[in-house]
């Protein structure tokens, strides 16, 4: 299994433009989840998925969209890029939503955002 | 919510056992403690998680007070590679059984030659 994949990596954008962030697991998984890292903080969730047709916000939505089509991908669309914007991205996924407690989250390996 | 405390950084010598501790005094009777831990600019990695019984695994061993007011991580032989954050998480449980994982800025671990 590959596992959580995301791409980009890194990504540069310019104030006002928009771009979709791809994540993708292999693992079957009904969770899915984004979270933004800023340095020196942890990580705060932005959208979250039960399953397929079903996302929630998180704790920090505001300028971002999700749409869950399938069970393996999750994509993040900024609409209108901003520089508060400028983060590291991570999506996360695990088995199963909240009943039960061993599930544990598998997280990608970030995307480095920058918006100037 | 329950929310955690941690100190901010620790150091711990190679070979040592590394206990990083954790306050949770708000937690609630059906919430779980979660230690995960992210290594430099690598997404955040599960260790360990309990209810309120000692649990250990092959990385690590969590032990939690009686009242479940606070925890212990604990690294056994520590080594440079263990060298990250851990991240302290009580677990969240909202809406049709959805959850998500709060982090706040965890324990920065430096484990020292």
């Known amino acids: 299994n590959a596992g959580v994949t995301q791409t980009p990596k890194f990504q540069v954008l310019k104030t006002g433009q928009s771009m979709t962030l791809q994540c993708a697991q292999d693992?079957?998984?009904?969770?899915m989840s984004w979270y933004r890292q800023d340095p020196g903080m942890g990580l705060r969730l932005i959208h979250y998925?039960?399953?397929?047709?079903?996302?929630d916000q998180g704790e920090v939505p505001n300028g971002y969209n999700v749409s869950r089509s399938t069970t393996e991908d999750f994509p993040l669309r900024l609409l209108s890029a901003a520089p508060s914007q400028t983060s590291v991205y991570f999506c996360?996924?695990?088995?199963?939503?909240?009943?039960?407690?061993?599930?544990?989250?598998?997280f990608g390996p970030g995307t480095r955002l920058t918006v100037t | 919510d329950a929310k955690t405390t941690q100190p901010p950084s620790m150091d711990c010598a190679e070979g040592r056992a590394a206990n990083l501790p954790c306050n949770h005094s708000?937690?609630?009777?059906?919430?779980?403690v979660y230690w995960y831990r992210q290594i430099h600019s690598q997404g955040p990695q599960y260790i360990i998680h309990?209810?309120?019984n000692n649990e250990t695994n092959e990385m690590a061993s969590l032990i939690i007070t009686e009242d479940r007011k606070s925890s212990t991580l604990i690294l056994p032989h520590a080594t440079l590679r263990d060298t990250a954050v851990y991240y302290c998480?009580?677990?969240?449980?909202?809406?049709?059984?959805?959850?998500?994982?709060?982090f706040g800025k965890g324990t920065k671990l430096s484990v020292i030659p």
């Open positions: 996360a996924s695990s088995y199963r939503q909240g009943g039960r407690p061993d599930d544990e989250q598998y």
């Open positions: 693992m079957n998984h009904e969770y």
């Open positions: 998925s039960v399953g397929a047709g079903i996302t």
């Open positions: 708000t937690i609630s009777g059906n919430e779980y």
């Open positions: 309990g209810l309120k």
């Open positions: 998480i009580v677990r969240v449980v909202r809406g049709a059984g959805s959850y998500q994982l709060t």
